[in-house]
């Protein structure tokens, strides 16, 4: 199993702010299928990133996600007020599907 | 774009099983584009992938779940629908049934199973006496 460890655990910063979230896989993830969620409180995950780098429909441009192997990044270029939020990546390239634990983004 | 639905008890005992459905607002449970999962998330605690079924009624459970799993799908109905057996307390959680798009590879003879999207919003259940 490919365990994913995400960090921060917390990331504290204002709007306007630029956020970096980490996401580390114990083993390479086969064709960088890895994705990015959002969860707001009382919310389903909502998908932001796919295969790594793609942006789902409807995401904005301040959403981008990088990286490959075994080391994923996703980058807010500019924190708005409704990106404060939990952000989770899963990996699907290997069974079971795995999750990291999560970064929560909270206001300064 | 479709919206899923997931309904059942919110309150199961002990050694019990725990059965949910969910529902899809159009066809797409019966494409073979697709598979269907089933993810949990204790509360405030991360998600945890159960398993997923492909149209065909083939399966694939996590196997710290895989022993007490089932898993199967209504075409007729547009459903999918989970059992969970022995339940503890430990299983008390969200439970949220997902889509995702899964691609042939002749390469390899096999699918590649691809992101969630979308997700249900979501039912609670309590396992408690």
């Known amino acids: 199993e490919i365990v994913l460890t995400q960090s921060p655990g917390t990331l504290s910063l204002s709007p306007g702010e630029r956020a970096a979230l980490s996401c580390r896989a114990s083993?390479?993830?086969?064709?960088?299928?890895l994705a990015w969620y959002q969860q707001k409180p009382g919310q389903a995950p909502r998908l932001l990133i796919y295969?790594?780098?793609s942006r789902a429909t409807g995401i904005p441009d301040r959403f981008s996600g990088s990286g490959s192997g075994t080391d994923f990044t996703l980058t807010i270029s500019r924190l708005e007020p409704e990106d404060f939020a939990v952000y989770y990546c899963?990996?699907?390239?290997?069974?079971?599907?795995?999750f990291g634990q999560g970064t929560k983004v909270d206001i300064k | 774009q479709v919206q899923l639905q997931e309904s059942g008890p919110g309150l199961v005992k002990p050694s019990e099983t725990l059965s949910l459905t969910c529902t899809a607002s159009?066809?797409?449970?019966?494409?073979?584009?697709?598979?269907w999962s089933w993810i949990r998330q204790p509360a405030g605690k991360g998600l945890e992938w159960i398993g997923r079924?492909?149209?065909?009624?083939?399966?694939n459970y996590n196997p710290s779940l895989k022993s007490r799993v089932t898993m199967s799908l209504d075409t007729s109905k547009n459903q999918l629908s989970l059992k969970l057996t022995s339940v503890t307390a430990a299983d008390t959680a969200v439970y949220y049934c997902?889509?995702?798009?899964?691609?042939?590879?002749?390469?390899?003879?096999?699918?590649?199973?691809?992101?969630?999207?979308?997700w249900g919003q979501g039912t609670l259940v309590t396992v408690s006496s």
């Open positions: 997902a889509r995702g798009e899964k691609y042939w590879h002749d390469s390899t003879g096999s699918y590649s199973e691809h992101w969630f999207d979308p």
């Open positions: 159009d066809g797409s449970i019966s494409s073979d584009t697709y598979y």
């Open positions: 079924v492909y149209t065909t009624g083939s399966t």
């Open positions: 083993q390479s993830v086969r064709s960088n299928y």
């Open positions: 295969d790594a780098s």
């Open positions: 899963q990996q699907y390239g290997s069974s079971p599907k795995t």
